[in-house]
């Protein structure tokens, strides 16, 4: 239904999940990106060889999981906000959700809010964690949030100012 | 009469771009824009741009604007003239008229003409589609980020395009509630990466729906509720599947057509091609269309994407110059890279129409 | 309507000047257009349309469409979406072609 309302299905994002066993390692890169289109900044953004190089610039990005640290330094880079760093080994019933989050009001750290799904609605309650809005970031920020553990393919919005205030 | 090598008309991406290119091969120019401001419809763009690092990708569009503009009012080849509407052009004598600050009228001649005057916004037919509250989505998002007013509190977005689905993000980051993007086609125009961005938001997308009607407020004249409703593969609509909304703003996005006025005036050779917006000019390769010296880019040579409309300004005008004789020596490879980056560009599946397009148009 | 605060801009506070529309005094910015300041004053009817008198907003914001034509210090025809406010400016709504002076 991707085509019809924006939203990947299970089947789209198949495709895009990081191996089982990167994800037991520590924090990982997911780019939601599906399409064919002309742009290349993730591998341009990209130190550690993860995101490989484009040979069409049309292609979709491919990742070399075991270059990937989850450093995060994509996230905020690229234009279609399409990735996300997923850590499964937070804790052991939270992982976390690094996002890209262009709004105001900006939550703060240890801040609970609404953990939104890819259509916008409202899964669970989390605390954040982590924001990351520098220089570098560029008036992108980058919020990471703790959210129970099988969500960790499902969180990938929140709100600021919900019932998780 | 005021004279000059090259004549740029068009302060936008292509036309920055252009300038710029004809400079640095060493030609004089004069910039000729209407705004206060260089960079076009760029200085309302918020977002980050697409493409490549060469073409600016990952940076906002209004930051590509400022930096632009910066670089050609510092250049000393080109003469800026801000302010300043061309409100037409005398192909006998080769004069283009100019009115200036709305007061005086200029007189400029040209040894070549580079027009990069851009595009308008479609028009959609349905009931009472003129009621004040119904804007251009490029118009809501001239009024948002350059002047910092909302249009209202509820929107319905119509057209499921790249500037659908960017101005309805942007709508929600000036705290402007979208109530639902809606298109006539079965399937979302824009790229996906900008539908995922608005679907998180709780935005619905609604796909193969059109308007019906929007209805007035008794009182106040303005837009108070639209109706939508479903149409089926002929893009008939089907009674019984009717939708109102209650929004005080409805956002036409269905497409841009070049502003091709100057083009008719020149007497260049013209073809309707749809894929590329309406009627746009027969050209070379190299930009310049069927009358000698006049040069096209950006989307009056055809409707696309601010990337690509800054690669067609820096080949026309790197072309321009080049046909007056400048060639400080690197003509060769920075033409060919031009044409380079627009292959790249438009090789992809996204880019099937515009290849299509263009296929028709160049001689 | 005014936005106060943005994630990505920035706006600089400029002059604010007054000028009537109608008759009524309002305030706006010094330089925004026209269309922008009655539109922060709640004012999206700039004009009728002269055979149907349909009342008719602004529509491309750029100057190329001709849909928010006003009379402005008593000239008509006024594109007011692209023409900048100035302190004490007179506006009002035009309900049929105008005259030229």
């Known amino acids: 239904m991707l085509l019809q309302n924006g939203i990947p299905t299970t089947e789209d994002l198949e495709t895009r999940i990081p191996p089982k066993e990167r994800l037991a390692k520590g924090p990982v890169v997911m780019i939601e990106c599906f399409q064919e289109i002309p742009c290349n900044p993730c591998n341009t953004a990209c130190k550690q060889g993860a995101i490989q190089e484009f040979k069409d610039i049309n292609d979709k990005p491919e990742i070399d999981y075991d270059n990937c640290t989850g450093c995060g330094l994509c996230v905020s880079k690229c234009p279609g906000l399409a990735i996300f760093i997923i850590d499964e080994t937070y804790s052991d019933k939270e992982a976390t959700v690094s996002l890209p989050y262009e709004f105001l009001p900006l939550p703060k750290e240890g801040q609970e809010v609404d953990l939104l799904d890819r259509g916008g609605n409202k899964v669970s309650q989390g605390k954040v964690v982590k924001i990351r809005n520098g220089k570098y970031e560029d008036r992108t920020p980058v919020i990471t949030v703790a959210v129970p553990k099988e969500l960790s393919m499902v969180v990938r919005n929140i709100r600021v100012g919900g019932d998780g205030k | 009469m005021r004279k000059t090598e090259i004549a740029v008309i068009g302060g936008g991406p292509a036309g920055l771009m252009a ?132 249009p209202g509190n509820d929107v319905l977005m119509v057209g499921a395009g790249n500037i659908g689905l960017i101005v309805s993000y942007q709508l929600m980051q000036a705290g402007v509630n979208v109530k639902a993007i ?138 321009a110059a080049k046909s007056l004789g400048y060639d400080n020596g690197t003509y060769e490879e920075k033409h060919q890279e031009a044409l380079n980056q627009l292959h790249d560009l438009r090789s992809g599946p996204v880019g099937e129409k515009i290849r299509e397009g263009i296929s028709q148009l160049v001689s | 309507m005014r936005i106060e605060q943005h994630p990505i801009l920035t706006f600089e506070k400029k002059k604010e000047v007054e000028f009537t529309f109608d008759g009524k005094k309002m305030k706006g910015y010094e330089g925004e257009p026209i269309a922008s300041a009655l539109h922060a004053n709640g004012v999206m009817v700039l004009s009728y349309s002269k055979n149907s008198h349909r009342a008719r907003g602004f529509y491309c914001a750029i100057g190329n469409c001709s849909s928010c034509l006003m009379t402005v210090n008593g000239e008509p025809n006024v594109r007011v979406c692209t023409e900048k406010l100035r302190e004490g400016m007179v506006v009002e709504t035009q309900r049929d072609r105008g005259d030229l002076k």
């Open chain 2, 182 to 319: 809606i298109d006539a086609a079965p399937k979302i125009g824009g790229y996906l990466v900008h539908a995922s961005k608005v679907a998180r938001l709780g935005v619905p997308i609604l796909t193969s729906y059109s308007v019906k009607a929007a209805y007035p407020n008794q009182i106040t004249k303005a837009l108070e509720r639209a109706s939508i409703w479903k149409v089926d593969q002929n893009w008939q609509p089907i009674p019984g599947t009717e939708k109102v909304l209650k929004v005080d703003v409805l956002c036409i996005s269905v497409g841009l057509s070049p502003l091709a006025e100057l083009l008719w005036q020149a007497g260049c050779n013209m073809k309707y091609v749809p894929q590329l917006g309406g009627h746009v000019p027969t050209r070379t390769n190299d930009l310049e269309t069927s009358v000698t010296g006049i040069y096209v880019a950006g989307d009056v040579a055809g409707v696309e994407e601010a990337s690509s409309a800054m690669i067609e300004g820096r080949l026309a005008g790197l072309n």
């Open chain 2, 19 to 150: 300038a710029l290119a004809a400079a640095e091969m060493g030609a004089e120019v004069t910039l000729v824009d209407k705004n206060n401001n260089l960079g076009g419809q760029l200085v309302k763009q918020t977002h980050m741009f697409f493409g490549s690092e060469k073409e600016h990708a990952s940076t906002r569009g209004i930051d590509i604007g400022k930096l632009l503009a910066k670089e050609a009012q510092n250049h000393s080849k080109i003469k800026i003239m801000n302010n300043s509407e061309v409100i037409g052009y005398y192909p006998d004598d080769g004069v283009i008229g100019i009115e200036v600050e709305e007061e005086k009228f200029v007189k400029l001649k040209a040894d070549k003409i580079i027009i990069a005057t851009g595009a308008s916004e479609k028009f959609l037919p349905f009931v009472n589609n003129d009621l004040p509250g119904i804007y251009g989505a490029g118009a809501v998002q001239t009024l948002m980020n350059e002047h910092g007013v909302v």
